[in-house]
């Protein structure tokens, strides 16, 4: 993306977040804000989606080491490929199932508390209502 385009891009996101925080002002619309990283580190419901995950891993890593000394080399690779892609799509589910929950909490926070916008953190500078210990809590 050249250097005009990510200008003018700056300058339109700039633009909608101004008149989003003027409709605050206004009594227009109410911003929440998320702090995902917060919600992905504190929330009990993300933490137990990783310790799934880790569980799986631990399991399909302690049978590619039980069966290792009784097959190849060549079969052993396939073994660990294969369980790398059940890994993987096991993440990709768990990955999922933490999107939807997030955003369905998010859904029932921001009805609740009447918001008409809600941004992550790292995009506001200032002002909006933290929404984030409510989202986890709807979270469990």
């Not at 929330?43 to 000394?69: H, I, M, R, T």
């Amino acid at each position: 993306m050249n250097k005009q385009v990510r200008v003018a891009l700056v300058m339109v996101l700039v633009f909608v977040a101004g008149l989003a925080l003027a409709g605050c002002n206004a009594g227009q619309a109410t911003v929440g804000v998320l702090d995902v990283n917060k919600v992905m580190s504190d929330s009990p419901k993300v933490k137990g989606f990783q310790d799934q995950l880790n569980a799986k891993g631990k399991e399909l890593s302690d049978q590619l080491e039980k069966d290792k000394p009784s097959i190849s080399a060549e079969e052993f690779q396939k073994r660990q490929e294969a369980a790398y892609g059940e890994f993987l799509k096991t993440k990709q589910d768990l990955e999922s199932q933490i999107d939807t929950t997030i955003k369905q909490a998010i859904e029932q926070v921001s009805k609740d508390k009447k918001l008409s916008v809600v941004l992550y953190k790292n995009s506001v500078a200032q002002g909006g209502t933290d929404i984030t210990d409510a989202v986890i809590q709807k979270m469990q």
